[in-house]
C-alpha cells in the first residue's frame, strides 16, 4: 500500500531540509558537515554472510570499531569530537553489532538528546527489532534511520545471511530465517515511517546473487516510506570470501536501475563503527578523539 500523498510531501520536505546538513544524507554536506559514530552496541541477532566484526584500528569498513562506550562515556565523547571538530551535524550509532540487539544504542540517544538537542540523530540497524522499538526510537529523538535489506526475496536472502536469532533466542536458519527477517524489515519500516522517521535503506551488492534484485528492493521499500537508497559494493571476506567485488559497471547499471525508484546516495565511504570527522573531506579524528583500546568478543543473541 503506498503512503498517502500528503505523508509523503510532508517527508519529502523534512528529507530536503535534513539532507543539507546530514553528510550521509545529501552529497553537499558529505563534503561540509561531520558526523560521530558512537559505538556501544556490540550484540548483534543475525549473521550475514559477508560480516566479519572485530576490534582494531587500522580497517576501514562497517563492523569494526577500537573500543566499546558506555552510554555516558558516549556523551563525553560527543563533547570532545564537538570541540575538535565544529562541523559534526549528526550523532550516529551503527554498531559494531545491531543497535537494537540491545537497549545500548536508544539508552545513549536519551541522553544525546538532552545534552546536544542541536545534533541530529542517525540509527542504523538490520531491522530485525525496528517495528518493535519504533516508538521508543522516536521518543529518543531519532529523525533519521538505515536499515540494511540486502533482499525481499527469501530465496535470494537465505544466501546472503547465515541465520536470524529470534525474540525467543530461536537460531532461524536458511528460508525461515530470512523469511523472518524480511518480515520483520518491511513492517518496521513502514511503522517508523508512518511515525515520521526518515529512512534510508543500505543494500549490499553480492554479484551473481542480489546484482539484479536490488532494483525490487527499491520499489518494495519506497512503498513503505524509504526515501533514499544506498549501495554498498560488497567486501568479499567471510563466507563470502570466495566472490569478486562488484565492477564499477555493475555497481552504476544497479544504482541506475534502482534510481528508478528511489534516490541513490553515491557517496559511502565504508565507515567504521566509530568513524568520527567530515567523511568527503577524508578527514578522521578517531586518533585524537579516543584515547584507549579494548579487546572484546561478539555475541549473537
Known amino acids: 500500500m503506498k503512503e498517502p500523498k500528503n ?8 528529507f530536503k531540509h535534513l539532507a543539507k546538513t546530514h553528510p550521509c544524507l ?7 558537515y561531520g558526523r560521530i559514530h558512537l559505538p556501544v552496541s556490540p550484540e548483534c541477532n543475525i549473521q550475514c554472510k559477508f560480516c566479519k566484526r572485530g576490534f582494531n584500528k587500522s580497517e576501514v569498513r562497517p563492523g569494526v570499531s577500537s573500543l566499546l562506550l558506555k552510554p555516558e562515556e558516549a556523551v563525553k565523547t560527543v563533547q570532545k ?25 536508544l539508552e545513549t540517544f536519551e541522553l544525546i538528546k538532552k545534552e546536544f538537542p542541536h545534533l541530529v540523530n542517525c540509527l542504523s540497524t538490520n531491522g530485525l527489532r ?14 533519521t534511520l538505515t536499515v540494511t535489506v540486502n533482499a525481499v526475496d527469501p530465496e535470494i536472502l537465505k544466501d546472503i545471511c547465515s541465520f536470524v536469532i529470534d525474540e525467543n533466542g530461536n537460531k532461524l536458519e536458511g ?7 524480511i518480515d520483520a524489515q518491511l513492517r ?13 535503506i543500505n543494500s549490499v551488492l553480492v554479484p551473481g546473487i542480489n546484482d539484479k534484485h536490488i532494483k525490487e528492493v527499491a520499489r518494495v521499500t519506497k512503498e513503505l516510506g524509504a526515501s533514499i537508497l544506498n549501495i554498498i559494493p560488497l ?20 544504482r541506475q536501475e534502482a534510481g528508478e525508484y528511489l534516490d541513490v546516495f553515491r557517496h ?22 579516543y584515547d584507549k583500546e579494548v579487546v572484546e568478543t561478539f555475541s549473537h543473541g
Open 7 to 14: 505523508n509523503r510531501h510532508h517527508k519529502d520536505e523534512k
Open 26 to 32: 545529501g552529497g553537499e554536506a558529505h563534503f561540509k
Open 81 to 105: 569530537a564537538l570541540e575538535l571538530c565544529p562541523e559534526i551535524r549528526v550523532a550516529g550509532i551503527a554498531g559494531p553489532g545491531d543497535t537494537l540487539a540491545t537497549d545500548l544504542a
Open 130 to 143: 525496528l517495528e518493535e522499538k519504533a516508538e521508543r526510537i522516536v521518543k529518543a529523538g531519532v529523525q
Open 175 to 181: 528460508i525461515e530465517g530470512a523469511k523472518k527477517l
Open 188 to 200: 518496521g519500516i513502514k511503522k517508523i515511517s508512518e511515525l515520521g522517521v526518515i529512512v534510508k
Open 235 to 254: 567486501i568479499p571476506q567471510n563466507e563470502l570470501s570466495h566472490l569478486n567485488a562488484p565492477t564499477c559497471e555493475m555497481l552504476e547499471r544497479v
Open 268 to 289: 559511502c565511504k565504508y565507515c567504521r563503527a566509530d568513524a568520527c570527522g567530515v567523511p568527503g573531506k577524508n578527514q578522521d579524528i578517531h586518533g585524537l578523539l
